[in-house]
């Protein structure tokens, strides 16, 4: 029997796959209250805002967002897990309940999955969500002390081990670090994964997903989308790609250069456009799904979805425009050639 990576490299061979949407947006829509969030825990601080807790407090809510991607034309949907880790948690005083919420999250999407699945016979994936949590290994927060740490890299990977652990046992079919702004993290958080795969002795494959700070191309450790691939391509992922940071648009001439480096599969999902001045998206699922038209015709990705200020109609717009699209073909010398005459973005003087 073949493994989840297997069964995705099979699939991404004859089509362009699909990810799922913004899930900080779907969860506002629902204008939950602090005791939504809190259920019946006993917790001393207030809840509200801590989207993850949801996966044990409500967790009707986050399978209904799951399943309304699915019903979208996701493929592949990530655990509600991006801030569940001891770091992010300690903001809401819920360390204690970081695996709980792992575990829950990964069950949730599972379920979601196969539902869908005995629906309409096509196979869906789960992705374990890994956040970059706010800490930093390659920055001092002290701009008076540029040497100063508030963590260092042992502490950090058993804070990424505990979730990884548990995202696994809850059955999840890859391990997704997104949202990646310092390398040194990523790779902290690629070992955690590799080391909790091996200790279950299964396979699970890792995605992984940078972001960008600045129009320049560089994440906040100052790495250029090549140089991220080549500190993390020793962890094998079986994605690598871009998400967040701005829209795709912007995102398109940094696909293009990492789509002549990588010699495996590239998912990318970016926000619906940047925010305007009240820190919403207006950018709408047609718009979102001509641009990254534009990344189709330029052989630039395998997986594509979206991140902040995506919807589920913007995930069934994406899924509309991907179904007739080839998929890129990894490090092909043909694909090179056709990216050749795609020059960085430059900002004006």
């Not at 069964?7 to 991404?12: E, I, P, S």
């Not at 940078?210 to 140089?227: F, Y």
Request: proline residues 4%.
């Amino acid at each position: 029997m073949t493994g989840p990576g297997e069964q995705l490299r099979a699939l991404a061979a004859k089509r362009i796959l699909v990810f799922d949407g913004g899930y900080g947006t779907a969860i506002q829509d629902h204008g939950l209250g602090e005791r939504d969030y809190r259920g019946t825990l006993e917790l001393t601080d207030d809840q509200k805002g801590n989207n993850d807790l949801l996966s044990l407090t409500r967790p009707d809510i986050i399978e209904g967002i799951h399943t309304a991607y699915l019903d979208a034309g996701a493929d592949i949907v990530e655990t509600n897990t991006f801030s569940s880790t001891e770091i992010s948690q300690a903001d809401y005083g819920c360390e204690h309940l970081v695996k709980d919420i792992n575990i829950k999250s990964a069950e949730i999407a599972r379920r979601a999955c196969d539902k869908a699945e005995t629906k309409d016979g096509k196979k869906r994936f789960v992705a374990g969500s890994i956040g970059p949590t706010n800490k930093t290994l390659s920055l001092s927060p002290d701009v008076n002390d540029p040497g100063f740490r508030e963590i260092d890299f042992d502490y950090l990977k058993g804070v990424y081990r505990e979730q990884c652990d548990a995202l696994i046992e809850g059955g999840v079919d890859f391990l997704l670090i997104e949202t990646i702004f310092d390398t040194l993290n990523a790779k902290c958080a690629g070992m955690a994964a590799q080391e909790a795969a091996e200790a279950c002795d299964r396979d699970v494959p890792l995605m992984i997903s940078m972001t960008l700070t600045d129009l320049s191309g560089r994440n906040l450790s100052g790495h250029t989308v090549e140089a991220f691939w080549h500190a993390v391509r020793h962890l094998k992922p079986l994605t690598i790609g871009l998400n967040c940071s701005f829209g795709a648009d912007q995102l398109r001439p940094h696909l293009a250069m990492l789509a002549k480096e990588v010699d495996t599969l590239i998912m990318a999902y970016p926000n619906a456009g940047l925010p305007n001045e009240l820190g919403e998206y207006d950018e709408l699922p047609d718009q979102t799904a001509a641009l990254i038209g534009e990344w189709l015709d330029d052989g630039l990705v395998n997986i594509v979805g979206g991140c902040c200020g995506t919807t589920p109609e913007h995930i069934a717009a994406i899924a509309k425009a991907v179904e007739s699209a080839q998929p890129r073909a990894a490090a092909s010398p043909a694909v090179q050639t056709r990216l050749s005459g795609l020059e960085p973005f430059t900002m004006a003087a």
